[in-house]
């Protein structure tokens, strides 16, 4: 945290204007250094930067933040260039020939977070905004920037310091002027509690899939047309397509825009019994990838002369498209509505080779996404790492409450499910966990 750190904001390449941070206590020395006076506080100035040696670099748009009105509350600076990489480059050596260095990843953000100008749900937001692709990943990730986790972690820890004050105070004072019912005062409490935790907790899937996209899996036996309807879907070759049976070995996954939400579409490899191995290493990928899918699309090839069994990892609610609808009816497709019907799936009979077909589909899958993701509000809780801290002190919580004649005990029960929550916003994350947080930001951020 002593060093002063530099780098690029902007994307590698060619571009109209490229800029480069800076933050630390050498951040104005720096700026002296190079732009010859540092400019008023958060207004732009025009300067010419020069290297060591007096040379100029470029003229540039030179911005002062002094600690701790700046992103990272430390002296920050920021220089605004030209975008060609010769520039950029030389404005980089010339800040390392200053004692400066390079940043690590997600080390601006980082120091963010340590000088208190960000929870670290705050920073998760951060750099889901930075990865967003749909409309609903970067509203998403504003509603998380904007702290709203932190805001309800705040409000859950001000009952459980109301509820540990009740416990403590039966325990520690037994003699003095309490109330006999002081500990029962915090059982409605907890309950409540519990209740809201529950629902965040219910709410985490859902925030995870908006982030990393709803799961589709193609599957069905060999030669059923899924390579076919995911090239249709994708709009491109996404996978290759061949008459053999088993062409498609490995997941091929092809992410999509629906309704304003990702989905990410898999092929998968045909479901048969093989002495392949590698068609068999296939197989079992393909059953483990369509047993975690939000939505199976089973693929039947409806010209097929013989019946396959649908496939095991199928539930309610999925999809059965009977393909090749341009093609004689075959032995298979009679069969494989019986079973749809008794698997309850919502059957669709179409040619993946007609446009229209393939667009009426993409419908149906669109308003499955939008109906599993679609809210007026998004989850407060969007991480794995969310779900296991808040289950965790849900489970803490249950266990006080089962500890009426124990008040020692629930009293404990009530700390430990504080610092689960607590670690959700970073108050007491150990190193390593932060370390793996912003090790996914993008340097320069």
Not at 50 to 57: H, L, S, T, V
Not at 153 to 171: G, S
Not at 398 to 414: I, M, N, Q, T, Y
Request: glycine share 8%.
């Amino acid at each position: 945290m002593n060093d002063t750190i530099f780098a690029p904001a902007t994307a590698p390449g060619r571009a109209a204007v490229a800029v480069v941070r800076v933050s630390g206590s050498r951040a104005g020395f720096a700026v002296r250094a190079l732009a010859g006076r540092l400019p008023s506080p958060r207004r732009a100035a025009l300067r010419t930067l020069k290297a060591g040696d007096g040379a100029a670099i470029d003229q540039a748009l030179v911005l002062w933040f002094p600690a701790p009105g700046s992103y990272t509350g430390e002296d920050s600076a920021e220089f605004h260039v030209h975008g060609g990489p010769a520039v950029v480059s030389a404005l980089l050596e010339a800040l390392a020939s200053q004692g400066l260095r390079l940043a690590e990843p997600g080390e601006f953000t980082r120091r963010a977070f340590e000088h208190g100008k960000l929870d670290l749900a705050q920073a998760e937001g951060v750099a889901d905004l930075i990865e967003a692709e749909t409309e609903a990943q970067r509203r998403q990730a504003l509603d998380q920037l904007g702290g709203a986790l932190g805001r309800a972690q705040q409000a859950w820890r001000d009952d459980l310091i109301e509820c540990l004050a009740a416990f403590e105070a039966a325990v520690d004072f037994p003699d003095e002027e309490v109330p006999a019912d002081v500990a029962e005062r915090a059982q409605p409490v907890l309950e409540r509690l519990i209740d809201q935790l529950e629902t965040t907790l219910d709410g985490v899937r859902r925030g995870e899939q908006v982030r990393e996209g709803f799961r589709i899996a193609l599957v069905g036996a060999p030669n059923a047309g899924k390579s076919t309807l995911l090239n249709a879907l994708a709009g491109r070759d996404a996978a290759i397509v061949t008459a053999t049976p088993g062409t498609t070995r490995d997941i091929i996954e092809v992410p999509m825009r629906l309704g304003g939400y990702k989905a990410v579409v898999a092929d998968t490899a045909g479901l048969r019994e093989t002495a392949d191995e590698i068609e068999a290493e296939g197989v079992r990928r393909a059953r483990a990838w369509a047993r975690s899918a939000d939505l199976r699309v089973w693929v039947v090839d409806g010209a097929g002369p013989h019946a396959a069994p649908a496939p095991a990892e199928l539930e309610a609610g999925d999809l059965c498209v009977i393909n090749k609808a341009d093609l004689p009816l075959g032995g298979e497709t009679g069969a494989a509505l019986a079973e749809a019907r008794a698997l309850e799936l919502e059957v669709h009979r179409l040619s993946a080779r007609e446009t229209t077909d393939v667009a009426i589909l993409e419908a149906t899958l669109t308003s499955r996404v939008v109906d599993a993701l679609g809210s007026a509000e998004f989850p407060t809780a969007t991480r794995l790492r969310h779900g296991e801290l808040l289950a965790e002190a849900v489970a803490r919580l249950r266990s006080a409450l089962g500890f009426r004649d124990a008040l020692e005990l629930a009293a404990e029960d009530v700390r430990l499910a504080g610092r689960a929550l607590d670690r959700i916003t970073g108050r007491i994350d150990p190193e390593d966990v932060l370390d793996r947080v912003f090790a996914s930001f993008c340097i320069g951020k």
